[in-house]
């Protein structure tokens, strides 16, 4: 069975800064994709980002972008220019692909703060 | 296009009593999961369905049954509710369980608390 870590339960940033928020994930497989999901204080699940694990080319989706070490099993999600409405909690996701659907890995998360 | 939707959102419950939480998805998916979210805790699979009469379980299914009588709705039972259970429940759904050709998609959540 696969893990994920992350190992930040709270960060705090003022607006317009750079943030990280770091995950790392176990598993045997070769073959799997990564998510980043944030969750609002609405609840709502949002897919921010995602990577397959056969592509070396890191996820960019306008200010996310993630930082893929395969070898390191390594997943670091970088937000850029930070806005308040990125206050959320921020959850690192894991997906096998081969052996059968089952469902996605969460880690713990990660509450992010940005400060005015 | 309504997506994943989740009733109820709130629910409160005695220990021992039973309900149903509902989920339904109008996009002809066909893997749907539900998941428990706790404090400290991130989401966790409860059970998930790869199509229709074909249900499975995820990391943490007792105390809870599942079944797929269509393709549009899984509805997870709680036959006999315990204070553990108290959890925000999510239930989600894709095209498969198995590609990127989708995301997956959530409701809104259920708030579950039982006294």
């Known amino acids: 069975a696969q893990t994920v870590t992350q190992s930040q339960p709270e960060m705090s940033v003022q607006e317009a800064e750079t943030v990280t928020l770091s995950c790392t994930y176990d598993t045997s497989e070769s073959n799997y994709y990564l998510f980043w999901y944030k969750q609002p204080p609405s609840r709502q699940m949002i897919l921010v980002i995602r990577q397959e694990a056969y592509k070396q080319q890191n996820a960019t989706e306008n200010r996310f972008s993630v930082n893929f070490q395969k070898a390191a099993k390594s997943f670091s999600l970088k937000i850029s220019d930070s806005q308040l409405g990125d206050t959320a909690m921020y959850f690192c996701a894991f997906m096998n692909t081969g052996g059968g659907a089952d469902g996605l890995t969460f880690g713990k998360g990660t509450h992010l703060i940005i400060q005015p | 296009n309504a997506g994943v939707t989740q009733t109820p959102k709130f629910q409160v419950l005695k220990t021992g009593q039973s309900m149903t939480l509902q989920c339904a998805q109008d996009?002809?998916?066909?893997?749907m999961s539900w998941y428990r979210q706790d404090p400290g805790m991130g989401l966790r699979l409860i059970h998930y369905s790869v199509g229709a009469g074909i249900t499975d379980q995820g990391e943490v299914p007792n105390g809870y049954n599942v079944s797929r009588s269509t393709t549009e709705d899984f509805p997870l039972r709680l036959l006999s509710a315990a204070p553990s259970q108290t959890s925000v429940y999510f239930c989600?759904?894709?095209?498969?369980?198995?590609?990127?050709?989708?995301?997956?998609?959530f409701g809104q959540g259920t708030r579950l608390t039982v006294v």
């Open positions: 989600a759904s894709s095209y498969s369980g198995t590609t990127m050709n989708t995301e997956a998609f």
């Open positions: 996009m002809n998916h066909e893997y």
